[in-house]
């Protein structure tokens, strides 16, 4: 923080306090003008750029965005009806900032972090204003286990001790990035609320469970690593044909109604990443409310444990405060960043980012500011620069490694990839899932269109499969070897790409003119849609794909291609083929064969090999 | 947290368009309520928009025609825009703002609430699951409507959206839940007879003492549509949150609603966005759409039916556009389907219910219900396919399984989306008939039905179809050659 690290401990003590009680009468400003969220101030002074103040009688949270001599914009969190010109805005001395600790994972937050559960429990199903609630629980007491003892020489960074956080993750508390120092105290082991001093170095530093870090600025790590580690989805689609990386930055483009939100919920379900961080930026309540009742029922495939014991949720819902959906994604990717350094590889959905980009336009009218293309302000591409570029793979302070990935949601005006959001993100993704419109009203699903999307991860990943993990527990399959990965995955694309231009000629001949091997590969890109690129997220079984699973799936349309060329070019007609009665079994097979039944698909490509075998058979 | 207090000034420094601009204000509210009043004592509401120390921006829903600025007097009144509630407004006619219009009393209450509303909190939310039953096959079989969802129509002037809102509201039930429900119908900036041709048809079916209608008529004020759903939500919030009831809510036109938003904006100097509408039309859109839904605890329910036309049948238009990323699906007409003479005009492959997957299957409606759905919407989008390449090579150059694809899309337009404005089909009806489609195809173009719901539920020899004429299915069943034999693979795209 501005005011130096050291003062995280003394500022964490006094937010909780004053968030609950009285706040000091610290007066920086008066309200002289009122536009929706924007407001004016004058007489400013002793206020901090990016200060977190309080905002009239009602004490609404707000951000100055603006200082000039004794003037000051402030941007307000929450709904400023019956606001007055005249009214005090109150300073806290510090930037806004994302309360860090334990009691986070498990819990929903709005874009401010106020915990929306707890709002709920003292104001009622409708969220009242000025309701500041601190985000973590100040009174619970949790088991802290003290790693170090007096006399240890710690740097910034530094694990000090941990707490079994949920049954699947250990928060381990860090000395701040720029703190370090002799240990003279250290606490023995035992029960701790998040403001007792855990850990006390030489210099006066004391280490608590709760600290604080700004939210518009990233955290630091040691250095940067190349992503090389796939994010295992068990989304068939994108582990197979358009693959991310640990670390990795994607987007999901994609007008209303064509998956983007599915897609988003199944990465927070399936992917294999130690924590989720979902963040709901301006959409639809229910779509939070569905995960809140579905995640706690589901149990994550690697650990057995429920899904929520490993999720964070920020909801910022359309109709909520849109200067609080501006700030909800920094929330979101700083609370990412902070169990990154405790060495978790953390996934970051956010959707959408064209809502935030939006809101970023909406504030910047306000301001009156130049606007640039489609009234989007000149800095949008910086800022979406800037965040994507706090994805990635790290060597954190503390020497673990650790990542955040952050799979994006753009919502273009008409479907039309050519507006700026969608443009300028797709300058700084590595992964572009492109969602088409007309796969979508067919309902293939995820309407992933495999002849625009794209990752540039493949060929960072493809010596990761090749070599396999030493770690293959607790990755759902994915830690095995599969050294055809690459190999399957560019003749599958090849078919893809080859069926696209015989449409072209069969949408004026019809198919039926074309001949027989060129028909055969329409029939084995239908297998490769129906069979394979579609997935079910509804069903039970296919709505997670282990990668086994689909490297057997892969195999086996490949391998029906293969011998039915083969066929071909001895002369067999194509009818012959066609007929197969474990055609039908291939196109069901993603939901037929349960995830822990695998065996079933090589009995199946021993079924198709008969089938062969016996047409062979009869042309000799 | 206002304080309820009045505060009057005479003159204004500036009238433009429907807003007025009054100066050296002191202690005036964000959103404040407005009481502009001129000489001869008429009053005129407005709202704060915009204030600054010395000056508040108002908007004046009548609009600003005939003030003079100097003898206007500007009360503000010390509290936001607000509406009464109260059971006993059931079977009444409001203006925008809660005042009657059918010549009755105005409601005796104290309950007075704010129309902006405030969010829901999500964590209070109720993810709804109950499908509601509309008799129409085209939306209970493939875009299952869900009590609390927000379902708008994508329309276009001239279909017949009303007819269809109107059948939706008479026939909707939810199976064994009869409870008390209202109806609540909100208009913006429609026609009178439009307004009159819900009331009759509610007065029909028996319901219109459980309605409440806002109007806001074509020859009304624009500015005053910006308040009508809000009122209509503020009602219905009241009923079904406190009053225990399931609502109805119907709005018509959100076309109207925006292009007065867009005028606003416009008299304001707002820097547009997309077709001059304001940046913010997605916000403000969704103030109004995320008020449906269900609250836990509470035994009530807000359903939407937005309407809106779509300007040139443009469905990439801002205000369909907005609305499609905000509401939970859309059902959409088509015009094509309209001048083939199907009723209700339903273009099933743009439309979808995104609640539907909740509401429906096993214990629900029935097992075999999402994979029907699917494979309808596979088939069907194959139709479009096929009838192009129809167009290109001729009808008899198909192959048999295209033929039989050509067959079906007939069948499925002319007896499955089309049935009478009065006809009310159960949904085992609909989704059998549904099966009686699928029986037009070759077996094996089935691929997201499974062997087993086929067995079940395809009338077939074993299991004689209800209505014979469903019965003449081309080639193929059981044999492999047959109509596979020309199988022809237009994909999905
Ligand atoms: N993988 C999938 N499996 C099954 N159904 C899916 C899948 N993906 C999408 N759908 C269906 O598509 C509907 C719309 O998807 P979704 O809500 O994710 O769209 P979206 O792109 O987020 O739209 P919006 O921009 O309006 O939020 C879902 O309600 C669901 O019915
Ligand atoms: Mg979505």
Redesign the pocket.
């Known amino acids: 923080m501005g005011n130096g690290f050291a003062g995280n401990n003394t500022g964490a003590a006094r937010n909780g306090a004053n968030a609950e009680t009285n706040l000091n009468e610290n007066v920086v400003g008066i309200i002289n003008k009122i536009s929706g969220p924007i407001v004016g101030c004058r007489n400013v002074k002793h206020a901090r750029m990016l200060e977190h103040v309080w905002v009239g009688p009602e004490r609404l949270m707000g951000e100055i965005i603006k200082l000039e001599g004794e003037t000051a914009t402030i941007q307000v969190y929450e709904n400023t009806e019956g606001l007055k010109p005249g009214a005090e805005v109150y300073g806290t001395g510090q930037l806004l900032a994302v309360e860090l600790g334990p009691g986070l994972v498990g819990q929903i937050f709005d874009g401010v972090e106020r915990p929306l559960e707890i709002i709920r429990e003292r104001h009622g199903s409708f969220i009242a204003r000025g309701a500041n609630v601190p985000p973590l629980n100040p009174d619970r007491k949790w088991g802290v286990s003290v790693l170090v003892k007096a006399g240890d020489e710690l740097a910034g960074g530094a694990i000090v001790a941990t707490i079994q956080e949920t049954s699947t993750i250990e928060h381990r508390i860090m000395l701040p990035p720029d703190v370090s120092g002799r240990v003279v105290f250290a606490a023995s082991d035992g029960e701790y609320s998040i403001d007792d001093v855990i850990v006390r170095l030489d210099g006066g530093y004391e280490v608590r469970c709760r600290t604080r870090w700004p939210v518009r600025r990233r955290r630091p790590y040691a250095r940067r690593l190349g992503p090389h580690v796939p994010l295992v989805t068990g989304q068939r689609v994108i582990d197979t044909f358009f693959p991310i990386a640990k670390g990795g930055v994607a987007a999901?483009p994609?007008?209303?109604?064509?998956?983007?939100?599915?897609?988003?919920?199944?990465l927070a379900k399936w992917s294999d990443a130690d924590l989720i961080v979902y963040v709901g930026c301006g959409?639809?309540g229910n779509?939070m409310t569905e995960v809140l009742s579905d995640f706690p029922e589901l149990v994550d495939p690697r650990t057995g444990k429920s899904l929520m014991e490993r999720t964070i949720l920020i909801a910022n819902t359309s109709n909520m405060p849109v200067a609080a959906r501006e700030a909800s994604i920094y929330t979101g990717i700083t609370i990412a960043e902070y169990f990154r350094d405790m060495g978790y590889h953390v996934a970051m959905m956010a959707?959408?980012t064209s809502r935030w980009a939006e809101a970023l336009r909406e504030i910047s009218g306000r301001l009156e500011e130049m606007p640039a293309e489609e009234g989007f302000p000149p800095y949008l591409a910086s800022r979406l620069a800037e965040f994507y570029e706090r994805g990635g793979l790290v060597q954190t302070l503390s020497g673990r490694q650790g990542s955040v990935s952050i799979v994006g949601?753009v919502?273009p005006p008409g479907g039309d990839f050519s507006e700026p959001v969608t443009q300028h993100t797709k300058r700084f993704v590595r992964c572009f899932w492109a969602?088409d419109k007309e796969l979508?009203n067919a309902?293939h699903?995820?309407?992933i269109n495999w002849l625009e999307s794209y990752s540039e991860y493949i060929d960072e990943l493809v010596e990761w499969w090749q070599e396999g993990t030493e770690d293959t527990k607790g990755t759902g399959g994915a830690g095995a070897k599969d050294p055809r990965w690459r190999e399957r995955r560019d003749r599958a694309m090849e078919i893809l790409q080859e069926e696209d231009r015989l449409q072209q000629i069969a949408r004026l001949v019809g198919s039926d003119a074309l001949p027989d091997d060129q028909r055969l590969i329409l029939r084995v890109a239908d297998m490769l849609k129906e069979g394979f690129l579609q997935?079910?997220?509804?069903?039970d079984v296919d709505s997670f794909c282990p990668a086994e699973k689909q490297a057997k799936m892969l195999d086996i349309i490949l391998h029906f291609y293969e011998r039915a060329s083969v066929l071909l070019k001895d002369g067999v007609p194509l009818i012959k083929v066609t007929g197969f009665r474990t055609i039908p079994e291939i196109m069901r097979m993603k939901s037929t064969v349960e995830n822990d039944r695998l065996e079933k698909l090589d009995e199946l490509r021993k079924r198709i090999d008969e089938e062969f075998d016996r047409v062979e058979s009869e042309y000799r | 947290m206002i304080e309820e207090q009045e505060r009057e000034y005479l003159g204004t420094s500036r009238l433009f368009g429907p807003i007025l601009a009054v100066e050296k204000v002191s202690g005036v509210g964000q959103d404040e309520m407005v009481e502009v009043v001129e000489p001869d004592g008429r009053v005129r509401l407005g709202r704060v928009l915009e204030v600054s120390e010395d000056m508040a921006i108002v908007q004046v829903f009548e609009g600003t025609a005939g003030l003079v600025a100097k003898t206007t007097r500007v009360r503000f009144t010390g509290h936001p825009l607000r509406i009464p509630v109260s059971r006993d407004m059931l079977g009444r006619v409001f203006d925008y703002l809660a005042r009657p219009l059918d010549g009755g009393p105005a409601p005796i209450t104290d309950d007075l609430r704010g129309v902006e509303g405030s969010a829901i909190n999500p964590t209070a939310r109720e993810y709804p699951r109950d499908y509601i039953q509309t008799g129409i096959s085209a939306i209970d079989g493939m875009n299952t409507l869900v009590r609390g969802q927000k379902l708008p129509i994508f329309s276009g002037s001239g279909l017949p959206h009303d007819a269809l809102a109107a059948q939706i509201a008479r026939q909707a039930r939810v199976k064994g839940q009869e409870g008390d429900f209202a109806i609540i119908f909100a208009a913006m900036g429609v026609k009178h007879d439009t307004a009159e041709f819900f009331r009759r048809s509610l007065e029909e079916s028996g319901v219109l003492r459980n309605t409440i209608m806002f109007l806001n008529l074509a020859d009304d004020p624009p500015v005053e549509r910006l308040v009508t759903p809000r009122s209509a939500l503020t009602m219905a919030e009241f009923l079904a949150f406190e009053a225990d009831m399931h609502v109805l809510v119907i709005m018509t036109d959100m076309t109207n609603y925006a292009e007065a938003l867009r005028e606003i904006s416009s008299v304001r100097g707002e820097l547009p966005s997309r077709k001059g509408y304001p940046g913010y039309l997605y916000s403000d859109l969704a103030s109004i759409y995320e008020r449906a839904g269900r609250i836990r605890g509470k035994r009530g329910s807000i359903t939407q039916l937005p309407i809106l036309t779509m300007p040139n049948d443009d469905i990439n238009h801002p205000v369909p556009d907005l609305t499609?990323?905000?509401?939970?699906?859309q059902i959409v007409l088509s015009r094509d389907l309209y001048h083939k003479g199907i009723y209700p005009p339903i273009d099933v492959l743009p439309s979808?219910?995104?609640?539907?997957?909740d509401g429906i299957g096993e214990g629900m409606t029935r097992g075999d219900h999402p994979n029907v759905a699917s494979q309808l919407y596979a088939a069907y989008s194959r139709v479009k396919a096929v009838r192009s390449l129809a167009a290109v090579i001729g009808e008899e150059e198909l192959s048999e399984v295209d033929k039989a694809y050509l067959k079906f899309g007939e069948e499925f337009e002319r007896r499955f989306l089309k049935q009478e404005p009065d006809e009310d089909r159960s949904m085992e009806q609909t989704l059998d008939l549904a099966w009686h489609m699928l029986a037009l195809l070759p077996r094996d173009e089935l691929h997201r039905v499974s062997q087993e719901q086929i067995e079940k539920y395809m009338p077939g020899k074993d299991n004689p179809p209800r209505n014979p004429a469903a019965a003449g299915r081309p080639g193929a069943e059981g044999k492999d050659t047959g109509a596979d034999a020309g199988k022809d693979t237009v994909a999905v795209r």
């Open positions: 999901i994609g007008g209303f109604g064509t998956g983007k939100t599915s897609m988003q919920h199944q959409e639809r779509e959707d959408s949601a919502s969602l979508a309902r699903y995820p309407a997935q079910n997220a509804l069903d | 499609g990323y905000i509401t939970e699906g979808l219910s995104r609640l539907m997957k």
